[in-house]
């Protein structure tokens, strides 16, 4: 069984860690937003956490504000949310992404996924989002990045 809760500081830095033990994921920049306490207040509107059933963090996902109308759907998710927790996963970034379009007014949601990242590609797609075009040496690593928008 799962939960979704307001998103923490904490919850983002439980995942990046998980993630990153299992060499699914090398971004530093995440442990910088989960530890500064400036973002909280963008995390706990902006943002909720999926917990399995020992309370432990198995998704975040995220809309980050641009500017008027305009967010960044972004996600930190594990093998566990996707193998066994599929359905829920579903439903409740659907209804996430509805409440926040809806309150925030938002007329464009975007999302960058790489290239070989088939998961992230079909997320965007079920979800309704186009592929506009890829960003060449987009990352601080200068790798591309896909832009889907809706």
């Known amino acids: 069984?799962?939960?979704w809760v307001e998103?923490?500081?904490?919850?983002?830095?439980?995942?990046?860690?998980?993630?990153?033990?299992?060499?699914?994921?090398?971004?530093?920049?995440?442990?910088?937003?989960?530890?500064?306490?400036d973002f909280s207040p963008?995390?706990?509107t902006?943002?909720?956490t999926m917990l399995n059933a020992e309370g432990n963090p198995i998704l975040v996902i995220g809309v980050w504000p641009l500017w008027s109308g305009v967010g960044t759907v972004w996600m930190l998710v594990t093998l566990?949310?996707?193998?066994?927790?599929?359905?829920?996963?579903?439903?409740?970034?659907?209804?996430?992404?509805?409440?926040?379009v809806q309150r925030?007014?938002?007329?464009?949601?975007?999302?960058?996924?790489?290239?070989?990242h088939v998961a992230g590609k079909r997320f965007a797609e079920h979800y309704g989002f186009a592929h506009e075009?890829?960003?060449m040496g987009f990352t601080q690593d200068r790798q591309d990045i896909q832009l889907y928008a809706r």
């Open 1 to 3: 069984m799962s939960e």
């Open 7 to 37: 998103t923490t500081g904490e919850h983002l830095l439980y995942l990046t860690d998980h993630l990153q033990a299992q060499k699914i994921m090398g971004n530093e920049s995440v442990e910088a937003v989960g530890s500064d306490p």
């Open 42 to 44: 963008i995390l706990s």
């Open 46 to 48: 902006h943002a909720r």
């Open 80 to 100: 566990e949310a996707l193998q066994s927790h599929s359905i829920a996963l579903i439903r409740g970034a659907r209804r996430f992404m509805r409440r926040i």
């Open 104 to 116: 925030d007014s938002l007329h464009r949601l975007q999302a960058y996924v790489f290239p070989e």
């Open 133 to 135: 075009g890829t960003m």
